[in-house]
């Protein structure tokens, strides 16, 4: 036998017995963000490095050592994307899409980064995002809080907590992060070595920092929001306003700086208690500047992004992995007359029951095993196709759940029975 081929550590498959779960997760969160007027738009999931690197910043984890890239064969850099939102922007402006007024869009899909796998941490793993594009007012920022707490609640999540900072402008930010460096700069025996190496290029970013040890460092550190300019301090109470009469309960999180550059003013992440160190599970917030800076007409926006496997994780914890069951039924077929009838009566049956699941005996095996498998697939129902219902042009049901006994009736009757099972 040949050596069994594997996937990429930290690149997952997803299974056929988890995947129902998935698509249920999916098509509610989906359902909901459509319901909140945003539409689905997708991007390539590789585009030049560049438009990673002049969106998320280059002294960031993920454009140092999480990015997957190659050099194409012409000379240009290539990459597979680590996030939505730079690929977002770029098609926003490439369409001029922000021209003709506010855009609201989502996007879902694979996102690569090279980091150590964990537990909810991988290296491929799946984002669904929301953006606004065209609004500086807060309202924006206030409805992706709503949509969360909706969709959250929809799945009936607990222990969650949304943490939310401001960073301010850019200019309050340049003026803090002086002070914030002389701060650090006066402790430097206490940074770790990735803070000390932030220092002179990110030092924001140290406050971001997972390190225990250094966490009453960060909390000791002179605050933004001591710093912040008048518009931003406004801009954030009047977000605070907007939770508060919408009864979203919220922490101020002073030390929430997010990983990615292109952030300012409103910023914020739904954590868990759950999940152990991997707990954020959605984030986000607004990056005013990055469209103008990515070669576009100046356009505020705001935006965020779930982590779908975090998000499963934590459903899991909670026992909360539950499928709305659909109806399904097996249908049995003892003989080869009965095997092409009983195509036919699955045709009509998908026709009039079209949310069923069919399952086709394609086994051929005889009556017990095809019982077996009717079983193994947890069907609700077996529709049974013998001689002798054959003979007579009528089928017979088997409630397999343990629904009352065997009946045989003709294949309207049989329609109906289903129609009206629960
Ligand atoms: P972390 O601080 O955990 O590394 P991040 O700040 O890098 O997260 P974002 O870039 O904000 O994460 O991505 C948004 C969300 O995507 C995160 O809150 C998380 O739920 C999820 N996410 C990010 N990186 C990974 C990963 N490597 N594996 C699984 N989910 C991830
Ligand atoms: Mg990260």
Not at 9 to 14: A, F, K, Q, V
Not at 35 to 48: A, D, F, G, L
Not at 297 to 315: D, H, N, Q
Not at 412 to 417: D, G, L
Request: hydrophobic share 40%.
């Amino acid at each position: 036998m040949s050596k069994k081929i594997q996937a990429i550590r930290g690149m997952n498959d997803l299974l056929p017995k988890d995947s129902a779960f998935w698509l249920s997760l999916e098509k509610t969160i989906f359902d909901l963000f459509i319901s909140y007027s945003y539409q689905n738009i997708r991007t390539p999931i590789v585009e030049k490095t560049d438009t990673f690197s002049r969106a998320i910043g280059g002294a960031t984890d993920i454009v140092e050592k999480e990015m997957y890239s190659w050099r194409e064969s012409g000379g240009e850099s290539l990459s597979l994307r680590p996030e939505g939102t730079a690929g977002c922007v770029r098609m926003m402006i490439e369409h001029n899409l922000p021209r003709e007024g506010i855009q609201k869009v989502f996007y879902q899909g694979a996102m690569f980064r090279h980091e150590r796998p964990q537990k909810g941490r991988y290296r491929q793993f799946h984002q669904v995002g929301l953006e606004v594009f065209g609004a500086t007012n807060v309202k924006a920022d206030a409805e992706l809080i709503m949509v969360m707490r909706a969709l959250w609640q929809a799945l009936g999540l607990k222990n969650i907590v949304l943490e939310i900072n401001t960073l301010g402008s850019s200019e309050a930010r340049a003026a803090y992060k002086k002070v914030l460096v002389a701060y650090f700069n006066q402790r430097k025996d206490r940074l770790d070595e990735g803070s000390l190496r932030r220092l002179n290029t990110n030092p924001l970013r140290i406050l971001d920092s997972k390190n225990k040890a250094m966490q009453s460092l960060i909390s000791n550190a002179p605050k933004l929001m001591d710093y912040l300019d008048k518009e931003s301090a406004q801009h954030f109470e009047q977000f605070k306003t907007y939770l508060d009469a919408l009864d979203i309960a919220y922490v101020v999180n002073t030390s929430l700086v997010r990983g990615l550059d292109y952030y300012n003013r409103t910023v914020f992440e739904w954590t868990t208690t759950d999940l152990g160190a991997q707990g954020t599970i959605c984030a986000g917030g607004r990056y005013d500047g990055l469209v103008e800076k990515m070669g576009g007409i100046p356009t505020p926006a705001v935006g965020l992004a779930i982590g779908l496997e975090r998000l499963v994780l934590l459903l899991e914890a909670q026992n909360l992995m539950t499928v709305e069951s659909t109806l399904s039924i097996y249908l049995v077929a003892l003989g080869e007359k009965a095997q092409i009838k009983s195509m036919q009566i699955a045709s009509t049956l998908h026709d009039t029951l079209p949310n069923a699941i069919l399952y086709n005996d394609i086994t051929l095996g005889n009556s017990k095993n095809q019982f077996k498998r009717a079983d193994k697939a947890k069907a609700h129902f077996a529709l049974i196709l013998g001689e002798e219902e054959l003979n007579n042009n009528q089928v017979s049901i088997k409630p397999l759940k343990g629904q009352g006994a065997q009946q045989t009736m003709d294949l309207e009757e049989a329609i109906k029975y289903f129609k009206e099972s629960k």
